[in-house]
Each structure stands twice: as C-alpha cells, then as structure tokens.
C-alpha cells in the first residue's frame, strides 16, 4: 500500500513538510498510510499572516456576514459528508462513532450560524445594560466588545479530528479572529481531507485558517497578547503548555480542556426492573464502547449504591458481551480499535497499574474475539470493567485514567459519599445522575457542581431525547474545574466572547450612541415631519424621535381596559382595599399605559412597517392614577437587517424603538423597548 505525506497549508498555500516525518498507520490493519512533517513551516510567519491578512479581512465583516458564511461551509460539508467517513474508518471508527465526528463538527458549524441572530450586523458588540454614572444622566458608562487583532491556535487530541476542528473555529470565525489549527498527528489525515474541502469552499477570506498536521514544537514561542491558545489533551501537557514562558509573559489567553476521569451516579432509588435502570446500564455500555472509549468525556467510574454492585455487574457484563469487536467495516461489529498500537499499548499499561488496587470483573486483555480482522496488528483491547471494593482508600481509580474501553464499578453507602466519591476525581468534564427522584438529583447537582463543567440528570421524562452523558452541545459550556483544565469551549454567546476584547467606554449618552449605534436614553433625540412608520428600514436613523399627542387616563379608561382584559386586580379596581400598599389611588394598569402609548404612537395606514414583532425590556416605573396626562417619546434605538430565506421572500429587517411614555411632570413612568419588521426600500 502506498504511503502519502500530509501537506500543510501554510500563509495561503499548501506545503510539503522538507522530511518524511512521523509514519501514521491504519488502526485496523496497522499498515502505514501516511506520513505526516510541519519541518521548514515558519510558525511566526504563519501567526503574522494570520493577523495581518486573515484577520484584518474577518475584521470587516460584520456578525451576520461571518454567521452565513459558517451555514455556507456547512451546507458545502455535509454534501461531501461521504468522502470524510471513508477517511474516517481508518481511524477504527464505527459508522455511529464518525457520525458523531463528523456531523457533529458540522452540526456546530450550523448552531454557530444560526447564533449570529443574538448578535447586531455590525463589526463590534454592545454587552449589557449602560450604567448611569452621573445625576443629571449627562455621563454613562457603556461596555463594547471587539475582535482580538490576534490569532486563534487550536491544538486538538486525536480522538474527534473532524469535531475537534470544526467547534472550535466555528466560535472563532464568528467573533472575526483567523484560527491555526494543529490536530493531534495520530489522526490528522482525516482533518487534513476535511480542511482541504474547506479551503476549496472559498467561503473565508484568505488567512481566516491555517493547518499544521506534523510536529508543531516550538509554536507557542511566537504568540502575542491578543492571541488565544487553546488546548485539548491530557492534563499533564495542557499544564506543561499553559506555563510557557512566552503565555506568562504575554499574558495569553489559554483554554484548556483536559481528560478527566468522569462519572456516572445511580441513585439510591433505583433498582432492577425501573426504566432508570435500564438507562443507565445503556449509558454506561454507549459511554464505554463510542470510539473505543477514547472520549474525553468517557464515564472512568460508575458510582452505583452498595447493594446494587451485584446487579449493575450482572446487567453490564451482559450488556458488554454483545458488543461484537472488530473491523468496523463488518456489519455487525459494534466497537473497532483504538486509533493505534501505540495508544493501545499506553492503556494496558495503565490498566496493569489499576489491576495493582482493583479487581477486573468484566472483560479480558488477553481473551477475546476480533471479526474481520488480525487483533495483533490492528490497535484492538475489549471493553475492561473493574471493582473497587474500597474506593475512599484505594485512590487508583480517582487518579488513573485509562484512555479507552475502562471503566470501574465504585459503591457508595449515602447520597453524601456520592457526592465526596464524584468530587474525588479533582474536576471532571462531566458527570451524569439517574434517578427518578428529583431529590437525590438537586442534592448531588448542588454537591458536586462545583467539580464538574457539565451534569446530565436523566430519567425516564427526558432519557428518549436525552443527546446523552457524553455529547457536549454547542450552545453550552465544554469545560471543567481542576483536573478538567479549568477553562470553557463552545457555551454560545459565551464561547465567542472568549475571542472579543471587553472595554468599558464612557461619556454623554449622545457620543455612546453615536459609537454604539445603539440610542442610550438622555442622548440628542431628532424629530422629522415624517412619521417613522412611514419610511423603510434604510430610511430610519438612529436616534430619530416621534413626540406624540397626549392623552389624560379617566377612571372610564381603567374600568373599561379591566373589562376588555378581565384583569380586575384590586389595586385596579377596589379603592376601599390600598390601605397598606403603596398606592395612593386606583391605579392603571401597566399594560393599559403601554396599549395606550402604542394607540398614541402608531401611524394606522398601510406602509413599510409589517408588523411588530415583540417586546425585549419592560418596566412600569411610576404609578399612573386618573388625572394623569401621559405622552410617549418613540425613538430608533437599534436596527439590525435580516437576510432573505427565499428568492421569493421580502427584504426587511427588525428594528428596536425604545418607547419612553412620561407624565405631565416629564417623568417617565414606562420605558420599553419594542421591536418591529420593516420593509426594505431595495427589494433587489
């Protein structure tokens, strides 16, 4: 069989690496495939490309541009999904092992897309509420965050090469920073196919991505303070990477996202026989045979009360010894190899150095069956399941982790030695609890969050749709305390504001508005004769204010809003009932002000505003009693286009109208913020 050398793509270019480099072999046959070399790449020009070109041309695009450009590269993808799950089987992926690879990395790139919706079409990003900073509000503060003019480096484990890749960048595009990525050498010829198809796309600006796929030693020496590191792996690299001299001393960011020796809880309630039982036997099996094991979020022990151990060993031997080992390739092999002889050698080792404390009750290094192929040469181990009769003395199994199909079986007496037997693995990615009392679940989430990025709770409500202990989802938080890295991927808006600068901005509300283009309340307000529901979405400017007629709210209104609504709370409708609360009269419904604000400023004829689309922020802030004459101050507060979904669809966009409604004394005695569909002018 022929050997291929990995290329790089390097400043805009692919590149061959100057020597041979490391041989990659097939996990099934362990034939050599590939060899894979970075030597002659030059990583500080590859980091000063990236800034200089890649990032500069991200930089100017908006949130929106850069989120339809991630669906277009995951429509561009999943057409060629195919290509990537015949790379993907020499790695010793089942079917549904690549498919959580590869349509999963994909899946984020489309989650990803569909999250720039909570962001504006523009360059930057206006976080949170303004802070009044003055009395006569002539002085606010206002936090904007930015683009990091720097560089993304991702180094990522061999375990997902496609996934590992594609949720990581998919966070980095979005946010405007260009990525290098370094996939671990034992598997980077699948993410090296699927960055070839990327680069084909054309979708990015040139520099958005580059590829390492040898040996990147040496790369941290050239990173800059506005660069991001991030780092999946073992714990004992990650640490070795993050107190580089050159991340200390340039005070990087550095997101760490380790091994961890998670776990699985079985509540004291269940017992053979209940669906959560059979939950979680499936959980523990699915989490122990998915890529051989080799998951970071993989469950290392299964927690189980003390007189359930029988049951649980039972139910999972017989559980495991269905599970065919073999090519993947066969039809009914259900777990393939390790992704090499290498890492197959490294977890029998580490299996002889739990053996030392603990007992195997499942499962044979030495002993088992292989379908479709030599179990010698290909990176084979069966599923090993241990006891440990001990587990506050004998520690092993808190301390070791075995990277493949290795799991213990650890008891517990009280739901508080649970909890202390969780916390002992020193931080987890994950930890996952079934039961069907609601309880045991709040007392164990409340005891062990803080040592676990992530807790699944099943039970037989949600188990059907339940995406499983092991699957980290794009719009949550990837990470973990401790021994897990300490550090956070993905999480939504959260994961892209790793890659945005914060910056506090202060001044009037007139200058924030002007740099924000979002209208901060107090700044210069202009009125046109035009009314603003009668011009398209181009034609509104921000900071444009309707002043409307007033109106003096009666009794009559109040009687007949509480008919209309069936609202008739007391404080509304029964004078002879506010002793003791803090109104003086009848008072107005709060939502009466606000339909009554909005009878005073809509324009009723037809026209480019097509319909209002809800309401972001509401508050009631001063009593209204009969007698009051309230008047409403309508401004354009914020706009953001949205794309056509069809050829066919009508151009628009949502904008934001901040209605400030204020009494006769000119105080505001509502504020909200409205949002409307309007109609572009340009139909094209």
């Known amino acids: 069989m022929s050997v291929t050398q990995l290329k790089n793509y390097a400043e805009g270019k692919w590149v061959n690496g100057l020597k041979e480099g490391e041989t990659l072999h097939n996990a099934i046959t362990g034939d050599a495939i590939y060899t894979a070399s970075s030597d002659g790449l030059d990583f500080g020009a590859m980091m000063h490309y990236a800034r200089t070109v890649g990032g500069k041309a991200l930089r100017k695009l908006t949130f929106q541009e850069r989120g339809r450009m991630l669906k277009a590269l995951a429509l561009y993808l999943m057409e060629r999904k195919e290509y990537f799950y015949t790379i993907s089987a020499l790695t010793g992926a089942t079917r549904s092992d690549s498919w959580v690879d590869i349509e999963g990395g994909i899946g984020n790139l489309f989650a990803y897309a569909s999250l720039r919706r909570q962001f504006p079409d523009e360059r930057f990003y206006v976080d949170g509420d303004v802070a009044k900073l003055s009395k006569n509000n002539t002085f606010i503060g206002q936090h904007i965050m930015v683009p990091r003019e720097g560089v993304a480096i991702h180094i990522n484990a061999f375990n997902f090469p496609v996934w590992g890749m594609l949720e990581k960048i998919a966070v980095n595009l979005l946010a ?51 660069d991001v590191v991030t780092f999946t792996g073992s714990a004992s690299t990650g640490r070795m990477l993050k107190s580089h001299p050159r991340i200390l001393s340039e005070a990087v960011s550095f997101n760490m996202e380790a091994d961890s020796l998670n776990c699985c809880i079985l509540g004291s309630d269940v017992h053979p026989g209940m669906p959560e039982f059979d939950i979680f036997i499936k959980e523990v099996v699915r989490e122990v045979t998915t890529k051989a094991g080799q998951k970071c979020t993989a469950i290392r022990r299964i927690i189980v009360p003390a007189d359930m151990v029988e ?179 993905m999480g939504g808006k959260r994961g892209v504001m790793h890659y945005l600068q914060r910056t506090a901005i202060q001044g009037s509300p007139t200058t924030i508005t002007h740099i924000t283009n979002v209208y901060q309340q107090f700044g210069k307000q202009h009125e046109h004769d035009k009314h603003p529901f009668k011009k398209y979405f181009e034609e509104l400017e921000i900071g444009e204010t309707l002043v409307t007629a007033k109106h003096t709210v009666t009794e009559a209104d109040i009687t007949n809003f509480a008919n209309v609504s069936g609202d008739n709370f007391y404080a ?107 109609k572009m002018k340009d139909q094209g």
């Not at 198809?197 to 990015?204: G, L, R, V």
């Not at 059907?464 to 989802?473: A, N, R």
């Not at 009723?604 to 009593?623: H, M, Q, S």
């Not at 354009?636 to 204020?662: F, N, S």
């Open 176 to 226: 405007g920073v260009p990525a290098i990525v370094k996939p671990a050498t034992l598997t980077s010829y699948l993410t090296e196919a699927v960055f070839e198809e990327i680069i084909k796309s054309d979708i990015f600006p040139l520099g958005s991505l580059q590829l390492i796929c040898g040996s990147a030693r040496g790369i941290l020496d050239s990173v800059e303070t506005q």
């Open 311 to 489: 049951d649980v060993q039972i139910a999972l031997g017989k559980r495991l010894a269905t599970t065919t080992i073999g090519d993947p390739s066969v039809k009914e092999v259900r777990m393939g190899p390790l992704a090499g002889i290498g890492q197959r050698n490294e977890v029998r080792e580490k299996v002889q150095q739990l053996a030392l404390s603990q007992q195997i009750v499942i499962g044979n290094l030495d002993h088992f069956e292989v379908v479709g192929a030599d179990k010698e040469k290909g990176a084979f181990l069966p599923p090993v399941i241990f006891y440990n009769d001990d587990p506050f003395v004998k520690t092993d199994c808190h301390n070791i982790e075995a990277f493949g199909p290795v799991s213990t079986i650890i008891p517990y007496n009280s739901i508080e030695d649970a909890i202390e037997l969780s916390r002992l693995g020193k931080g987890s990615l994950v930890s996952s609890i079934i039961t069907q009392d609601d309880n045991i679940a709040k007392e164990i989430v409340l005891g062990t969050a803080s040592m676990h990025g992530r807790i699944l709770v099943l039970n037989n409500d949600c188990a059907k749709e339940s995406t499983g202990h092991g699957s980290p989802m794009p719009m949550l938080v990837h990470g973990g305390p401790g021994r897990a890295g300490g550090g956070e991927e």
């Open 572 to 678: 509304h409708m029964d004078a002879t009932s506010l002793e003791g609360t803090v109104f003086e009269h009848r008072v107005a419904h709060g939502y009466f002000i606000l339909s009554k604000a909005a009878g005073l400023f809509v324009d009723a004829k037809k026209g480019p505003v097509l319909l209002n689309y809800g309401i972001d922020e509401c508050r009631f802030t001063k009593p209204v009693y009969p007698g009051t004459t309230i008047g409403v101050k309508l401004t354009v507060k914020e706009k953001t286009a949205q794309e056509k979904r069809t050829p066919e669809d009508i151009t628009k966009g949502i904008v934001k109208w901040l209605v400030d409604v204020y009494d006769q004394t000119g105080e505001t005695v509502a504020i909200a913020t409205i949002l409307t569909m309007v």
